[in-house]
């Protein structure tokens, strides 16, 4: 048994999430170990498009993705495949920043912090007389007064907890890879086909992300991703014109599956869930990264005054963080659902963009309607 000290947290995962908890943890001087069971660098299935209402809490934790030549993102265009695109100003901008390198970063930040990172796959998390056993599938215990879960939008730990989502079907699927290609550094771009639709956009070392997610059923009729990438998403010009003129840097495409954006609770058993373990908003949004971001800060500000005793009971604490979680993302999270069940429908994204030409203020609503205000300093 490797027994830690009384005011420690474990957070399960280490993507970015559980790193940036780890940060805002460590410099308020509390213990933190991050279990993590992939090693970095690693790539990863996502836009790599984060909304700059990060920034200044980024900033106050010393770490500033820009100087990690990140490209700067101004320009948000959405094209469907029978209407020409619309482009307009992103009301906050952005960042494009790959998750290999961004993760890394967070990573070495966090050990120079004082983190300490265990490379290994959490099995189990038992909770009693106020402290957490974590299970290691190395066979290893680690005991704290906290645990945090960041451990994505599925795991081996939520069929462990029998939680409500796994119960239901998952019934989307997400490829992405990193290509050369000529692109607009300044413009992230959302393009739609029948069953999902495609991000693109430029990150830091000049590679093109292209990533989508596609229904599970409207993919499964195709015999590989590049039958399915000629056949549907080919009906796109726009997006074909990319992919044509792209030359893919990876090996091949990465991909996942079992994706679902049904409701999740922000506290199950005792754990304070964070990121998409909390909740996952639909990729057309734009906004995963920033809201796990911004649960980091939320649940790290609420340990920090659960352990010097201004939080007075982990049943306050768990309270208090469900409240502010559910105020801050419940509606966020609805809409997301809204809209991308929307765009699934075919005709009806033609409509909208039609509507959306007619009357292009509502644009930067939507945007403002998935994205948050900018995010506090560290207090
Ligand atoms: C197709 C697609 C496109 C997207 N595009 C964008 C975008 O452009 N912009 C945006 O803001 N968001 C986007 N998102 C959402 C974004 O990727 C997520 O919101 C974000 O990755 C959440 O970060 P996280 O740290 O909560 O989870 P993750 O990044 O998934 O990190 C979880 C970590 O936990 C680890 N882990 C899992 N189980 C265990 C275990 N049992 N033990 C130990 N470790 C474990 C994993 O290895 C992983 O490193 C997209 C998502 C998808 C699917």
């Not at 279990?35 to 920034?55: A, D, Q, R, T, W």
């Not at 998403?233 to 079992?258: G, M, R, T």
Request: proline share 4%; glycine share 6%; charged share 20%.
């Amino acid at each position: 048994m490797f027994t830690l000290l009384k005011n420690n947290v474990i957070i399960i995962g280490g993507g970015l999430t559980g790193l940036v908890s780890a940060l805002h943890l460590s410099k308020k001087g509390i213990s933190v170990v991050v279990i993590e069971k992939n090693s970095y660098p690693k790539h990863k299935v996502c836009g790599e498009y984060i909304s700059n209402e990060v920034l200044p809490y980024l900033h106050s934790l010393d770490f500033d993705p820009i100087a990690l030549q990140a490209k700067e993102i101004t320009k948000f265009a959405l094209t469907t495949p029978k209407n020409k695109p619309i482009e307009t100003k992103l009301p906050l901008g952005g960042f494009g920043i790959s998750r290999y390198t961004l993760d890394f970063e967070l990573a070495k930040k966090a050990i120079a912090n004082g983190v300490t990172i265990i490379e290994d796959t959490v099995v189990n998390i038992h909770f009693k007389e106020d402290i957490f056993t974590v299970t290691t599938k190395k066979n290893q215990n680690y005991t704290a007064a906290m645990v945090m879960g960041a451990y994505g939008k599925r795991s081996n730990i939520d069929i462990k907890l029998n939680r409500e989502f796994t119960k239901k079907t998952a019934p989307f699927l997400a490829v992405k890879a990193h290509y050369k290609g000529s692109f607009s550094e300044d413009l992230v771009s959302l393009h739609n086909f029948k069953g999902g639709y495609c991000g693109v956009s430029k990150v830091e070392n000049d590679h093109l992300n292209i990533c989508y997610i596609s229904s599970f059923s409207a993919f499964k009729k195709f015999k590989n991703i590049e039958d399915f990438q000629e056949k549907v998403l080919y009906k796109n010009n726009h997006l074909k014109k990319i992919l044509e003129n792209a030359q893919l840097v990876f090996d091949k495409p990465l991909s996942i599956s079992q994706i679902s954006f049904s409701p999740k609770k922000p506290v199950e058993e005792h754990i304070i869930m964070c990121g998409d373990t909390a909740g996952m908003i639909h990729p057309l949004c734009g906004n995963g990264m920033a809201m796990g971001i911004r649960s980091a800060q939320i649940a790290s500000n609420l340990l920090v005054q659960y352990f010097n005793t201004k939080i007075t009971s982990r049943a306050i604490l768990e309270k208090q963080y469900t409240k502010e979680w559910n105020s801050e993302f419940k509606n966020r999270l609805k809409f997301g659902r809204r809209l991308a069940a929307l765009f699934r429908m075919n005709y009806f994204s033609e409509i909208m963009m039609f509507g959306l030409k007619l009357f292009p203020w509502i644009l930067p609503l939507i945007i403002k309607k998935t994205h948050g205000k900018p995010m506090k300093p560290m207090k």
